[in-house]
């Protein structure tokens, strides 16, 4: 172990810089934490003091949720908690096609395409109940087409399009630039030296809230166990699954890691067995975070590879 903490030390140094510069990028970016979007100050003030509502996603297949999250998008839920009073708003980059396709869907369950004022965009649907101007009328939820992305606004409270513009736009204003999407993205290779334990992270995409890589764990006088993951980065953790290889035999691992300055420290709670392949962490989740085992930022992971083989 010693000659394993010696050789990191050594890269480490070598690489002090390696994660100092932003990532390029020229792309627009879902937001990546709902506490710094612009959907909470657009709140009319019928809804008083609305806050950011945490939620654990665990979209079924099939729903818009789902989609959002296939594609690298984010959901965000807004309001008075205990009132049951809100709105969740979802982001999604769009291919030219997910809009279009998941538009069928929403005719058949009574969405009908409109045109919204004040707004320029190239498709909204909008699903309303009531007849506006007759007694009750409720607007649900709004889905627009802008400049390639998809936003979807569902609230509790809007009792006409008009009370739902200000959101949507505040919506579409919380888009990242590329450089915002820039200075948040975790691209890189991390390390970390624990105990018992040499591990090296190795993000290699980071597009939108997706993130995928390689993660490597090398326990003292244990088998290696190397393998891939893909997953999320979102209000600064990274949920992926893990796909790998251990004492000659594929397992996969549900794994949690939170960004805490440049690096990451990893989550463990009580673990689950889904069809005896997946070991997933009981819901609700019941993380406990390991600040002692800091993954920390390096130049890239070559280096260490060669010296571990």
Known sequence: ???????????????????????????????????????????????????????DWEPAEGTDLFEAYKVGGIACS????????????????????????????????????????????????????????????????????????????????????????????????????????????????????????????NITNHEHASVAGNLILKPFQKDMAKGTFSGNFENGILRAIYTFQSEGAESQREIFLKRVKNGFIPGYGPVEVIDNKLERLQRPLQLKWQEKEIFNPGEECTTVLKALE
């Open 1 to 55: 172990m010693r000659r394993l903490a010696g050789i990191l030390a050594g890269v480490l140094f070598l690489s002090a810089c390696g994660n100092s510069e932003p990532v390029e990028t020229n792309y627009v970016s879902v937001p990546l934490s709902c506490v710094d979007t612009k959907v909470l100050a657009a709140f009319p003030e019928k809804v008083p003091n609305p806050k950011y509502l945490p939620a």
């Open 78 to 201: 807004y309001g008075i908690g205990e009132a049951e009073v809100g709105a969740t708003v979802i982001w999604a980059p769009d291919d030219g096609s997910l809009f279009n396709e998941l538009s069928k869907g929403w005719k058949d369950a009574g969405l009908q395409e409109i045109d919204l004022a004040d707004i320029d965009e190239e498709k909204a649907f909008v699903l309303t109940e009531g007849t506006e101007g007759k007694g009750e009328y409720h607007v649900w939820k709004v889905n627009v087409l802008q400049g390639g992305y998809w936003i979807q606004v569902g609230a509790t409270f809007f009792g006409s399009i008009d009370e739902a513009i200000p959101l949507v736009k505040a919506a579409y204003e919380s888009l990242l630039s590329p450089e915002e999407s820039a200075a948040q993205s975790v691209l890189g290779c991390y390390f970390t030296d624990a105990e018992f334990q040499l591990s090296i992270l």
